[in-house]
């Protein structure tokens, strides 16, 4: 039988920008850059989150029960179950480069936290439009040019990127962003070095339901969210 931790924690802190928001619990959630936990959003649905943190998610208002999130006040109490499936992969190098589309931001910033005092960590922030930043990378895209490089976080990476030089790539963001990364690091032939976050519709977050099976076969909940470049396809993009 499958043994997870189940409890509740409340809110200490929100930092809210538009339809996005920082939520700080009252005390950490033990786990690694890479997993999520299932939120029981009380009167609404239970729904897959990353931490951002040891003791944040960063949510955005997409539907019913991340609006409820999103417009959360300190002391509202959520159930949590998790923290669920394969953290990101330790970097077996000196650079890392994170690689976020949107509010794909959310993993990566932990792992940014988690590395960024050892190694070199680039981190690469991609949003349609600068209200949209969250977070304060040096580095980031905005398909309006509104601010920093004009473009996606993938072109900027492959205009900071030195390929002659060894380094990891983790990235998290809206599939078609990691399908046109998956198939130019499979040009260059570095798969091993890349390594996704896939966020596939879950329900149950244990391997039991199949809803977040992608099209390859793998249950997205245990055997990833994270994948190594050279354990996924196309067809797991789609
Ligand atoms: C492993 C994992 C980690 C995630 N981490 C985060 C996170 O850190 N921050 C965050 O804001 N969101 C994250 N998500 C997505 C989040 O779970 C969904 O946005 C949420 O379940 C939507 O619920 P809703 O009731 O508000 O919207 P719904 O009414 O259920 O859906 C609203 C819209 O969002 C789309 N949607 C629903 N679920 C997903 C999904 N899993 N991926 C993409 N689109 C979806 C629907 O197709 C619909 O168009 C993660 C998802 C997974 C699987
Ligand atoms: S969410 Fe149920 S099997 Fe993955």
Do not use: W
Request: glycine letters at 10%; proline letters at 5%; hydrophobic letters at 35%.
């Amino acid at each position: 039988m499958e043994v997870y931790n189940l409890y509740c924690l409340s809110v200490k802190k929100v930092k809210k920008f538009n339809n996005i928001a920082i939520i700080e619990f009252d005390r950490e959630i033990r786990g690694y850059p890479g997993q999520f936990i299932m939120l029981n959003v009380f009167g609404f649905e239970e729904i897959p989150l990353s931490l951002s943190s040891p003791k944040t998610i960063t949510v955005k208002n997409v539907g019913k029960t991340t609006n409820r999130v999103v417009n959360t006040k300190e002391g509202d109490v959520f159930g949590i179950r998790g923290p669920f499936g394969r953290p990101f992969s330790y970097p077996d190098v000196e650079k890392i480069y994170l690689i976020a589309g949107g509010i794909g931001i959310a993993p990566l910033n932990y792992l940014y936290e988690y590395f960024k005092d050892e190694i070199e960590v680039i981190a690469i922030h991609g949003v349609k439009t600068k209200e949209e930043l969250i977070y304060d990378y040096p580095e980031v895209a905005t398909e309006d040019g509104s601010v920093g490089f004009r473009g996606n976080a993938v072109e900027l990476f492959l205009k900071l990127a030195d390929f002659k030089e060894e380094f990891r790539v983790y990235s998290c963001g809206p599939k078609p962003m990691l399908l046109s990364l998956y198939k130019i690091m499979k040009k260059l032939g570095k798969l091993e070095s890349l390594e996704v976050s896939l966020e596939n519709y879950m329900r149950c977050g244990i391997g039991l339901c199949g809803s977040c099976v992608t099209e390859s076969g793998a249950r997205v909940c245990r055997d990833g969210p994270t994948f190594k470049g050279t354990d996924v396809s196309e067809k797991d993009f789609i």
